[in-house]
């Protein structure tokens, strides 16, 4: 963390020195700097949400955040300061140090708002104390989490024993994943960093997963998640273009019969260890049959299944699953028949899946091989990260310390974010963003009236506070 630079003359030397001493080299703070004022968290995120910062449109919000970091003491690196390509990281010693990197990842840029949104995507409005707004939960709620984490655990810090570097690392274009964002980093800055573990966005509480309320708190920490597989098909048929005269054969009602085939049959179920254990810590808190059936759930896949099916959030995490995201064509008139129509598959695999044998079964399902089936995006496989070392240890410790009687679970994510960058070089990462989301809450996400509790803030950031501390302490004792 900066000292910030004094000039000084001899006789306030004294005076000098013995008010760095008594900060213990940790800065206290009540709140987060701004503008040489201190303020609280939900005022900053209010800030933060009323810049626009639409995917490869970042770089006003990225100015914005990485200011704040700056002025509260922390160590800038810029990997980018672009649009599409603005990265930085915030870290309380200079990356030069090559301390071991305990990274928070988070994402600058948010989706387009949704016309039918009662308030203005920007407006950061506090209503019943939620505030309202693009990127309140996705992503700039959980980067001031991360921000107002460390700024707390720098409190109680001995910067001069630490043995962990901490940084926050603020990407581009996590949405769209373009070239320039995370990846950008990775390839190019991968050992600046120095990364020991990532902490990542991800579920909370998944009670409202599951639509219902448990006994007690379960908390999913994400080891790894499903990967992007987006196709694009392509077919084109020459025949008469008047619509008066319908062809016995045309590029709209082939494409239309072929997708049909491929989509009225969902994938089968698979079953791996990490949704194996979901089920089963889910068992632990049911009674009678259900209890008895999800302790066992490979036993009783045949019962499950169809349970399974109904439920579009659990299937996510048993299958690979394929969703229609678009069809288009150049034709604009009702009376024009297109030679040439088009379709956008959003395919999400299982991390043991073969793209290409998945791909061939896509190719059979559609049974029309005149389809042109492209592979427009793929993201890397990984393997799951570890649960048995202290990064995961200790974040589960600091969910069931702020969480009383919580349980955490290892879990698979069905959504793909950032972390697979980092997880794919081997690096060990965890998603998780360790608060309470309410079912409605969750739903806004991506979709009308984005919003959260202010008190979730507080919650998040208690808990990044809690696991770096409970990682110095580790440290301190096996010494």
Known sequence: ???????????????????????SFSQKINGIKFDGKTINIETLLQKYIQIP?????????????????????????????ENGNYNFAASIFPLSTKKPNIIFLNHLDVVPEKNTSEFKAYSGKIIDNEIYGRGAIDNKGNAIMH???????????????????????????EETQ?????????????????PATVIGEGLGEISMLMGKTFKNLIFGISVVHKR??????????????????????????????????????????????????????????EKGLVKAVLKHPKYFRAALTPRIKKQPEIFALFSNTVTLTNIYTDNKSFNKIPSKIGAYLDCRLLPATNEYEFLVEIK?????????????????????????????THLEKAIMEKYENAEVIPILLP???DLGIFRSKGIPCYASVPIKLSREQAESVHNKNEHISIPLLYDGADVYTKFLANMEDAVSETE
């Open 1 to 23: 963390m900066h000292v910030p630079i004094l000039a000084v003359n001899m006789k306030k030397f004294t005076i000098l020195f013995l008010l760095i001493s008594t900060l």
């Open 53 to 81: 910062s639409v995917s490869e449109n970042e770089k006003e919000a990225g100015d914005f955040f990485k200011a704040v970091c700056k002025e509260n003491g922390l160590y800038i690196t810029n990997f980018g300061s």
């Open 147 to 173: 921000l107002y984490g460390v700024l707390k655990f720098l409190e109680t810090l001995n910067l001069e024993n630490a043995k962990y570097n901490v940084t926050i690392l603020s990407v581009s274009c």
């Open 178 to 194: 373009c070239d320039g964002g995370a990846a950008y980093v990775v390839d190019n800055y991968l050992d600046v960093l120095n």
């Open 228 to 285: 992007t597989f987006w196709l694009d098909l392509e077919l084109e048929i020459k025949t008469s273009g008047h619509g008066s005269v319908t062809p016995l054969e045309y590029a709209n009602k082939e494409m239309v019969s072929a997708l049909n085939n491929l989509l009225k049959k969902k994938n089968r179920i698979i079953f791996n260890d990490l949704n194996v254990s979901f089920m089963k810590g889910i068992g632990k808190h």
């Open 364 to 392: 059979k399902r559609l049974k029309n091989d005149n389809i042109k089936v492209k592979v427009v995006e793929i993201a890397p496989s990984s393997e799951p990260s570890p649960t048995d070392n202290l990064f995961y």
């Open 415 to 417: 959504n793909i974010n």
